[in-house]
């Protein structure tokens, strides 16, 4: 019951195609998160052992940038009508999930320090 309440929220939103666009909106979104999570889940150890930290952030940055690009490129070539949404969620998401990931880094350069 609550997926269809969810459901007609979404098409209420704004989305043109009804249900085909529902699924490819959520399809965007489960795929943003896991490309993101799985970056996140390699190189945090990485970041956080590294000795030539500015580097490897600068490194692991581009990787987000261009996964997170290639695929709202993907939707966006695949969905024009919904091009804008794609494009404001997918920054949306990569903010969230940066910031995230700078508290999570810090944390763990916070605790390495203390423990020697």
């Known amino acids: 019951m609550w997926f269809i309440a969810w459901r007609n ?5 704004g ?4 249900s085909k666009s529902v699924i490819i909106y959520c ?3 489960l795929l943003l998160a896991i490309v993101l999570l799985s970056l996140s889940i390699i190189s ?7 000795k030539q930290f ?6 692991y940055f581009i990787q987000k940038v261009l ?6 490129y993907f939707f966006c070539f695949f969905s024009p009508e919904n091009s804008s949404k ?3 969620s997918s920054l949306v998401i990569f903010i969230v999930f940066h910031f995230i990931e700078a508290v999570i880094i810090q944390n763990k350069i916070n605790k390495r320090d203390l423990n020697g």
Request: glycine content about 2%; overall charge neutral; hydrophobic content about 60%.
């Open 9 to 13: 929220i979404l098409i209420v939103s």
């Open 15 to 18: 989305m043109e195609n009804g």
């Open 27 to 29: 399809f965007f979104f």
């Open 44 to 50: 945090i150890k990485k970041l956080v052992d590294s």
């Open 54 to 59: 500015i580097r490897d952030q600068i490194a």
């Open 67 to 72: 996964a997170l690009s290639l695929i709202t």
């Open 86 to 88: 794609f494009i404001l």
